[in-house]
């Protein structure tokens, strides 16, 4: 069984192969958040998509706190280092790593980064994937990404401004024919979507065999 709680924005938990994979960890500073950082005390990966103030969040202190090994692009990990963080995987888009029995697959995000490119990752454990697609707009290579590694459930941005809006997203799912998908990444600022109401009426209209599951901050699924 794998679960998948929201904290809110981008940040995930994800419980898979027993192992805790934690991606995009913003929760001090974060309105939607429904723990604080310092209540994080078991981690065994952290995955940063890029370098941006709302993903990078608590990812450091986090992985000198419970000694997890930080996953993100070679500059942002050599960031992560140079910051006192011991255990580091920095890779680059295409490639992936196994850690602690968990492999991570690296794809492309259409988005800008200080540090590096933009990215997403694929979580794959015991059989089950789960794609978090990190802020991006929309690509035609996302139908190769659910070619290839036919993900269970992808996390999507849908709140406009920063990245893809409703309607790229829906699309964006189309490509990716995931079983589930969650949307993340809006009502966190006055520019994002309110709500997930827009994007959930057009993935029933052009997907309807893919369950779309809106969570609130804390709330969790399991497939």
């Excluded at 990812?59 to 500059?75: Q, Y």
């Excluded at 991006?136 to 406009?160: H, N, Q, R, V, W």
Aim: aromatic share 8%; net charge neutral.
């Amino acid at each position: 069984m794998t679960k998948v709680t929201w904290f809110g924005h981008a940040a995930f938990k994800i419980e898979i192969a027993n192992r805790i994979v934690l991606v995009d960890p913003w929760l001090s500073g974060n309105p939607t958040s429904p723990i604080k950082a310092s209540e994080i005390t078991k981690a065994d990966i952290v995955y940063v998509t890029h370098d941006h103030g709302d993903h990078l969040g608590d990812a450091i202190d986090i992985c000198k706190r419970t000694g997890a090994t930080f996953v993100a692009n070679i500059e942002l990990g050599d960031f992560a280092k140079e910051n006192g963080v011991k255990n580091v995987e920095g890779l680059n888009i295409g490639g992936s790593v196994e850690v602690k029995g968990i492999r991570l697959l690296i794809t492309q995000a259409l988005h800008t980064d200080s540090r590096g490119a933009p990215t997403g990752v694929i979580v794959e454990g015991e059989g089950k994937r789960v794609y978090h697609a990190g802020d991006t707009g929309l690509f035609g290579d996302m139908s190769l990404i659910g070619e290839l590694y036919k993900p269970d459930l992808a996390l999507i941005p849908i709140g406009g401004y920063y990245t893809m809006g409703a309607k790229e997203a829906a699309e964006a799912v189309k490509m990716l024919k995931p079983k589930a998908v969650i949307p993340m990444h809006y009502k966190t600022f006055p520019v994002l979507a309110k709500s997930a109401d827009e994007f959930v009426k057009i993935v029933k209209e052009k997907v309807p065999k893919v369950k779309v599951v809106t969570l609130k901050p804390g709330e969790s699924y399991q497939f």
